[in-house]
């Protein structure tokens, strides 16, 4: 038995819409069920068709599971683990492939859902398989991926990794967990391009939960620790010439956070956003990769600019015009635009990046204001809303010929009747 492979070939859907030929998912690696499909009685893994070309998939866990799965070029497919555990079944190979050209979704409908190594699984070399590889598109929603095998007492070199994101491969995590249990393991290992918007990512040994290599953006999420044997929260190879770029997100950790150039320019990490610890020793850290002259760290550790008055200026200055055209609009709606006016003008003119939210609604008040200005009716207007009961030139002019051809009509027949008289 092998792999289970999403694809290929015709759907035969039954009435609950699961896929029922044994031809619709192929299996070309190991896994505890019967040759056919990924459906099979056994597998705790139901397969349902959600699009119309016969390419995309939903696979919703029934129970806990332990195949192994590829999801081929072309494919479409969400994961749902739907509160149950996915272990690898190969001990030597990813619980799941995503190959080049394929998308993958993982998501849990419930909570405590969880891809992880099964207990007995052991290193080739000096590494565990991935848990995750992706050549395609990957993504994390919800759920917990836990990396629970890494340098033991027994074996000190292997390292286990929750994903690893391949060169030209494209990452996104947007929620979930992402946890190391030990020494010598990897949450995330990037070689293409990631992006994490959100999530939890916890490290708790004395590897990285972040290994990144290529580029990488983090926009959100929170950035945790446990225990204390921790070297550093995030590694970038210096080999690789990685870059990466911290816009948001929480680190709250005491300890290290970059292994990375120990010396240079080092620009391969640039900080716009973010929050730190207050501790002055990681505030120095953090200073090495900020453009102090554009930006500072807060009491609270929150790395600021200044905050963009851009949009504010032009649409405050928009706000001030129309409210001059008194002869224009209505008063009420006027008055409303005043009072918006008023209210932006409130708003402090050395606020910083971590304040925005402030002027961002002052800009949107003040449109809404704008959009809801009425202009005065204008006589035409009345005129418009009045019924017209005086006949108009065209009126006139069709009643004069049908008068006309009345007239014709009664002269005709009055002719007739002489004549046949």
């Known amino acids: 038995?092998?792999?289970?492979?999403?694809?290929?070939?015709?759907?035969?859907?039954?009435?609950?819409?699961?896929?029922?030929?044994?031809?619709?998912?192929?299996?070309?690696?190991?896994?505890s069920g019967s040759e056919g499909t990924i459906g099979y009685?056994?597998?705790?893994?139901?397969?349902?068709e959600i699009g119309s070309n016969n390419h995309e998939y939903k696979l919703t866990l029934i129970g806990p599971c332990?195949?192994?799965?590829?999801?081929?070029?072309?494919?479409?497919v969400i994961i749902d683990?739907?509160?149950?555990?996915?272990?690898n079944y190969d001990i030597h190979s990813s619980a799941i492939v995503v190959e080049s050209g394929a998308k993958l979704t993982i998501m849990d409908s419930k909570t405590n859902g969880k891809i992880t190594y099964k207990d007995e699984t052991v290193a080739t070399s000096?590494?565990?398989?991935?848990?995750?590889?992706?050549?395609?598109?990957?993504i994390f929603q919800s759920g917990t991926i836990e990396v629970n095998k890494g340098s033991s007492t027994i074996n000190s070199n292997p390292k286990g990794t929750g994903i690893e994101n391949l060169e030209n491969a494209n990452l996104i995590i947007e929620g979930g967990t992402i946890k190391t249990i030990g020494n010598g393991s990897w949450g995330i290992v990037n070689k293409g391009v990631a992006t994490i918007k959100g999530g939890t990512l916890t490290q708790g040994g004395d590897h990285s939960v972040i290994l990144n290599a290529k580029d990488m953006t983090i926009e959100d999420g929170l950035f945790n620790q446990t225990g204390s044997n921790h070297n550093s929260l995030i590694t970038n190879d210096d080999n690789t010439n990685p870059k990466l770029e911290i816009k948001g997100g929480e680190f709250?950790?005491?300890?290290?956070?970059?292994?990375?150039?120990?010396?240079g320019d080092n620009k391969d990490i640039i900080i716009t956003g973010g929050k730190f610890s207050t501790d002055p020793e990681r505030q120095t850290e953090i200073k090495k990769y900020m453009d102090?002259?554009?930006?500072?760290?807060?009491?609270?550790?929150?790395?600021?600019?200044?905050?963009?008055y851009e949009e504010y200026n032009a649409v405050l200055e928009e706000a001030e015009n129309k409210v001059k055209e008194t002869g224009k609009y209505t008063e009420v709606s006027l008055k409303n635009l005043q009072n918006a006016i008023e209210e932006a003008k409130k708003i402090a003119k050395d606020l910083k990046s971590n304040e925005q939210e402030k002027i961002d609604n002052a800009v949107k008040t003040l449109k809404k204001a704008i959009s809801g200005l009425k202009l005065i009716p204008t006589v035409s207007d009345k005129n418009d809303e009045t019924?017209?009961?005086?006949?108009?030139?065209?009126?006139?002019?069709?009643?004069?010929?049908?008068?006309?051809?009345?007239s014709l009509t009664s002269l005709g027949f009055i002719t007739f009747r002489a004549l046949k008289k």
Request: aromatic share 8%.
């Open 41 to 48: 009685e056994g597998s705790n893994v139901t397969v349902e």
């Open 252 to 263: 709250s950790v005491e300890s290290k956070i970059f292994h990375a150039k120990a010396s």
């Open 292 to 308: 102090e002259e554009k930006y500072e760290i807060t009491a609270e550790g929150e790395v600021v600019t200044d905050a963009d």
């Open 66 to 76: 332990d195949e192994d799965l590829t999801i081929i070029a072309g494919e479409t």
């Open 1 to 31: 038995m092998k792999n289970k492979i999403i694809g290929l070939t015709a759907l035969a859907v039954s009435s609950l819409g699961l896929i029922a030929n044994v031809n619709a998912v192929k299996i070309v690696g190991t896994g």
């Open 126 to 138: 000096n590494y565990y398989p991935d848990l995750i590889q992706n050549k395609g598109t990957l």
């Open 81 to 87: 683990l739907f509160g149950y555990t996915w272990t």
């Open 387 to 406: 019924p017209n009961n005086n006949p108009g030139t065209y009126d006139l002019f069709i009643c004069y010929i049908l008068l006309a051809l009345a």
